[in-house]
């Protein structure tokens, strides 16, 4: 038996593949533990998955809106990073998983001899075009050199179909890591609906976003089902009185029931909807995220259409109506369904997280 431990922090979507890969792991009698920020604890617990808070690291919570300069000050915690090193001396690890966006943390390991695997929950060209813009100038100019950091975990685990990642680097596709996947394709519902579901984090422009597309379904002939997540207070907005409103419910439950999904380019709700056979549209909510190249893929795929989080209720209808409808949608929707559904992404990342060799210290 094997001790691992999964590095995170409170970024929504970023948890779920990290927690499916350790039920694998737990599974095949490896004992895992999380450390991440304090506000995840309730969550890990009701998981029943052992979990620490950071002591040292930064306050942070995905309930609240945040600047790119907070979420910079998070992915280059050095502190974060030394809260992991203690946490090692501690209670020693064969291996340690590091979430893809957790700069300081992998710069604390390095320099103290200690080696690192690395989750990325999303697209790797993503992040690798990410490294060489804004964001990965940011970081260096915090002391983070994102690219060197991340190709030096080993390996690189990318949690996600590998044909939809346009430019990857050196890295192991897993196929997309999802709770509760279907065993095959999912039939369409005999009567249209769409499911509405944007981010659980608290981006800047969520609030006006969620109103727009609930302006667009408003009368939309078809049953319309619509999770706001923890981030919005469902008082600031207006929702059509037959719009079935939740604050959450289980992909695995609702997918099956309609037949199109309108989202914000999420990596983790755009795998669960395609796996499901069903096409979306897309609105990112922040041009910085991976949201929009999540965008770009599924449309490059012909599984949907992308639109700016700005576009008009207007608009957003008409792209709603029109993906409603049959036509080679659907068809690329269901073949890369099959795809993700033929692909274990939790046990191959398990498999090889139990290929390593141990982590401890070098010296």
Sequence with gaps: MSEILVVTWDGGGNVPPALGISAELQARGHHVRFLGHRGQAAAFAEAGVPF???????????????????????????????????????????????DCLLFGVMDALRRSGREYAVLEHSFDGYFRRAAHGPLGLLLRLRGCRPLSLLDAGHPVLAATLDELDAGAGPVEHTGPVLADPPSGATPPPAAP????????????SL??????VLDAVDGLPARVVATTGPAVDPALLRIPAKVEHHRWLPHADVLPEVSLVVGHGGHATTMAALAHDRPLVILPLDPKTDQPFVGRAVR????????SRRSSAVDIRRAIEDLLGEGPHRQAAARLGAKIRATPGAALAADRIEALPSARPTG
């Design 207 to 212: 609030v006006p976003t969620w109103q727009r």
């Design 300 to 307: 490059a795929a012909g599984a949907g259409r992308t639109l």
């Design 193 to 204: 609906a769409v499911l509405l579901s944007l981010s659980t984090f608290a981006f800047r």
């Design 52 to 98: 620490e808070a950071f002591s040292r690291a930064r306050r942070f919570s995905s309930d609240e809106p945040s600047g790119t300069s907070t979420l910079m000050g998070v992915f280059a915690d050095r502190k974060m990073g030394q809260d992991v090193v203690d946490s090692l001396a501690r209670q020693p690890a064969d291996v340690v998983l590091v």
